[in-house]
């Protein structure tokens, strides 16, 4: 690697912001070599090895370039990140060595490439947080050593899971008066109570990620991004700025030396994403046409013997449809956005989270909307011998001014968090242990052979390439919308979403440590659209909750008699 005194000249030419100790005045300033006493020692450098280098009572023989105050300096994602740079910027920039590794790996000229783990700060981080079930995240640790994108990611997890712990105490008793007394005024108050919940979520959620912006330092951060490694286009002389190409004359003499940049017609970009949204509506259709068909299915069940046990089998054969649909989707949303040729990482993350969110908002919640409001009375796919009704036990206290069936939303609602929470935590911990021991699996009764004892960088060679968050996150917005929403019908579904979001705090972590290729560092100073996605479910849910209210629950109009009340009711 770098020696520590190359390390600290590169830092200085990108201008890397550090803390200043407390007798210096605090904040953040550039980096200068000639003044590195001034700066904070990192946190993540705080073990024995750095301890010792500090030590003045220590003496100690250096090699040429090494300098223990630099080497406390810089937390390893940080450290990483100037090595990347050193790696492939261009020459001129402080001297780099102007390697492009993701063209070399898109070429197929490398296998990958990643940043080694920390031995100290990984036993560290496994000790303090891939071993513990309930405990504070040290989310400073976490940002030191992963990024800020991944502390944001793992900061969202920990803050949604205090709000839900707040939605579970109220909810846990709701359910049990439910249970024991039938829908009542309680379960209107609920629904109340999760409208509010999710405004006060965000706003809250804002000043936290302000907060954590503030800490680390990336209130004001920003970053001219590189061109995507997959990016196809025509080499030009010019530039994209803001979806915008300008071009330089190319007759012009002096611009000879002037790089050339890859053209793509922005107009052709426009165009593909309004192609795409073709097969996005084939398979939106699709959903309809299959959850439709579940329904005829359930309703099937509902009439033979087995009674009211076709319900839960209705239900969990079209939650499995969902996560299936769900797999199948992700593959054609990466397809899609390849072929719509986004220049920059962000902009290809954004629409792939788009149409990630879109698909997944009509699968997972078509059925849900259904029984809420539309199901009584019914006639599934027009014919008089399919009409779709709300069981006996709906049938007894139901609001007349809807079509909504309470019960039966509940056990829908209650069956697709439990099976999507099984499914999420297959597909995170089973699974990936499948794929990696499969082989050991097969040869368990072949001959064991000698082990060759392997260098470090070939160990982790070998380990899974990080995938980022964006799926992660889209399980959780997904889990997000099924609380919000709907979650009055079922008081505990804040109860099934809090264990699995302590159990993917806990997974999440030990795959990162231990069974994957550490990330590169990527800063972020919010989740990005992300946000405005939950932004949408809170403004849904105000609206839902209210339709319960008035149009699914018989509360309001058992008490006023009167449709215009209610509708006033609902509006105010």
Known sequence: GATDERIAEKAEHMGVELPLKREFGGGFVPFDRSQKNIFQPCMESRDDEIRTL???????????????????????????????????????????????????????????HFPMHTKATRKVLMKSWGK?????????LVKNYFGESVGLFFGYLGFSSRYYLIASLVGIPIFGLWYKFGSGWYVSVYSLFLAIWATIFLNFWKRKQAAWNFRWNMTDWDYMEPTRPAFKGE????????????????????????????????SVR??????????????????????????????????????????????????????????????????????ENHRTQSHYDNWLIIKLFLFQFVNSYTSLFYIAFYKN??????????????????QVNRNPLGGGCINELQIQLGTFLVISTLANQFSITILPWILNNWKKILCFLCKRKKKVKLPRWEKEAALVPDEGDIFKFNQLVIQYGYVVLFGAAFPLAPVIALINNILNIRVYSVQMLKLNNRPNRRGANSIGV?????????????????????FTHPIIYNYLKDSFGVLVVIVL
Request: glycine share 6%; hydrophobic share 45%.
């Open 54 to 112: 500090l030590d003045p009572n220590v003496q100690l023989d250096l090699l040429p370039g090494e300098d223990p105050i630099t080497r406390s300096l810089f937390g390893s994602s940080i450290k990483q990140d100037i090595l990347h740079h050193i790696i492939v910027d261009e020459k001129y920039c402080g001297n780099s060595a102007d390697v492009d590794l993701d063209t070399l790996l898109e070429q197929g000229m490398i296998e990958k």
């Open 132 to 140: 513990k079930f309930i405990q504070k995240q040290p989310l400073n």
């Open 235 to 266: 080499d030009k002389k010019g530039f994209e700025q803001d979806g915008i190409w300008v071009a330089f004359d190319e007759s012009n003499q002096s611009l000879v030396t002037v790089k050339t940049n890859k053209y793509f017609p922005i």
């Open 270 to 339: 426009y165009f593909r994403m309004t192609l795409s949204m073709i097969p996005m509506s084939i398979m939106g259709l699709l959903v309809i046409l299959v959850t439709v068909a579940i329904l005829s299915f359930r309703l099937w069940l509902q009439r033979q013997s087995i009674g009211n046990f076709g319900t839960y089998i209705g239900a969990a054969v079209n939650a499995i449809t969902i996560v299936l649909l769900n797999t199948v989707y992700d593959k054609i949303a990466i397809i899609l956005t390849n072929w």
């Open 377 to 394: 009375g019914t006639r599934l796919w027009g014919s008089d011998r399919l009409i779709d009704e709300c069981q006996a036990y709906d």
């Open 530 to 550: 992300w946000y405005w996605i939950l932004e949408f479910l809170g403004i849904i849910a105000v609206m839902t909750n209210c339709a319960l209210i008035g």
